[in-house]
């Protein structure tokens, strides 16, 4: 891969570490207030509890989320960033670009979904 595409990439990968860490900030501010919620009526206790269960769900998967992009960064620093990891073949730069995390080629990806 060449050095501009690196560098994009790199762009790329710091740009969404940056927005996701702005939606786990507002994530554990909206879980603290609902945390500090007093009891009301029983209604209003049922919804705050299923709204803290999807925020902590989201924040699972926020993690997973950052997890892939260290993964992605350790891979663009190592070389092998773009390489499909089921084939061994170059990822097309078009799925890179949607998908910067992107392990596998998506006839690899396929494969490993079913």
Do not use: W
């Not at 209003?44 to 997973?64: C, F, I, M, N, P």
């Not at 773009?82 to 073949?89: H, S």
């Not at 990822?91 to 396929?110: G, N």
């Amino acid at each position: 891969m060449n050095r501009d595409l690196v560098d994009e990439f790199a762009q790329r990968l710091r740009e969404a570490r940056a927005e996701l860490y702005r939606t786990v900030v507002q994530t554990d501010d909206e879980l603290a207030t609902l945390e500090g919620h007093q009891p009301g009526a029983p209604g209003e206790d049922v919804a705050t509890e299923l709204v803290t269960a999807v925020l902590s769900r989201l924040e699972g998967q926020e993690k997973h989320e950052l997890d892939e992009i260290d993964a992605a960064q350790a891979r663009l620093a190592a070389g092998t960033f773009g390489v499909c990891e089921g084939c061994g073949k170059p990822i097309p730069l078009t799925r890179l670009r949607a998908m910067p995390t992107a392990r596998s080629c998506v006839p690899c990806q396929l494969e490993r979904e079913r």
